[in-house]
């Protein structure tokens, strides 16, 4: 199975949505999100930002890690329904439609944004992005980074291959753990486990532990 790795957890935001949203840790509300940018930007996007711009507004050149099984997938349905019809797409959502957008959108959202990468794995999605902070802070690549992973429910289209789990949205700036006694949590798979992560850190918790996924975990 491998060694598992760790990680603290400096600080953290996020939104956690079934029927209805709850706010957890920083999350901030919309109007964090400059005018401009709020009018036109997607909920998922609207949401990725309302927890990362609360932990990266003070922290100037910070790198961000982005990760989604799925990234914007109710904007890609309406595309593709848009198509279907033979209608005229959008070219501001097809834009805001592609997985790294929301980070383009945050770094609008910063005076000093530091670089961003956007990762998807499937199930693996949140250990492969816990894996690549882990390897830039232990390569003194950076002091710490924000990971942020967004897993909504699916479309309507696509019920069937959901899970009952509520959508969550997480940001947490993540640095090199230290021998501090801190309540650790172990990371499962999917969105399953970033919820674990989000129960772990409102009851206190402030370390990650997970084990790195397998290459062939990533390969599809």
């Avoid at 909920?43 to 990362?52: I, Q």
């Avoid at 850190?201 to 084990?211: D, E, Q, S």
Wanted: glycine share 8%; aromatic share 4%; net charge negative.
């Amino acid at each position: 199975m491998g060694r598992s790795l760790g990680l603290d957890v400096a600080n953290w935001a996020a939104i956690v949505s079934a029927e209805t949203a709850e706010d957890f840790g920083a999350a901030a509300p919309e109007t964090i999100i400059p005018a401009g940018q709020r009018r036109r930007l997607p909920a998922f996007s609207r949401a990725v930002l309302r927890t990362a711009l609360p932990l990266l507004i003070k922290k100037p050149h910070c790198p961000v890690i982005f990760t989604s099984p799925h990234g914007d997938l109710h904007s890609t349905v309406t595309l593709l329904t848009d198509i279907a019809k033979r209608e005229a797409l959008s070219p501001s959502l097809f834009g805001l439609s592609v997985h790294n957008a929301p980070t383009g959108a945050l770094s609008l959202c910063l005076d000093q944004p530091g670089d961003h990468i956007s990762i998807a794995g499937d199930t693996a999605t949140l250990s492969a992005g816990l894996t690549e902070a882990y390897a830039r802070l232990a390569t003194n690549e950076a002091q710490s980074v924000v990971l942020i992973y967004a897993d909504e429910r699916l479309p309507e289209i696509y019920a069937a291959f959901d899970t009952a789990s509520p959508g969550v949205f997480l940001a947490a700036e993540l640095t090199l753990s230290g021998d501090n006694g801190n309540t650790e949590t172990l990371i499962g798979p999917g969105r399953d486990g970033a919820l674990a992560i989000v129960h772990a850190l409102t009851a206190g918790a402030r370390r990650l532990n997970w084990l790195p996924p397998r290459a062939d975990a990533l390969a599809a």
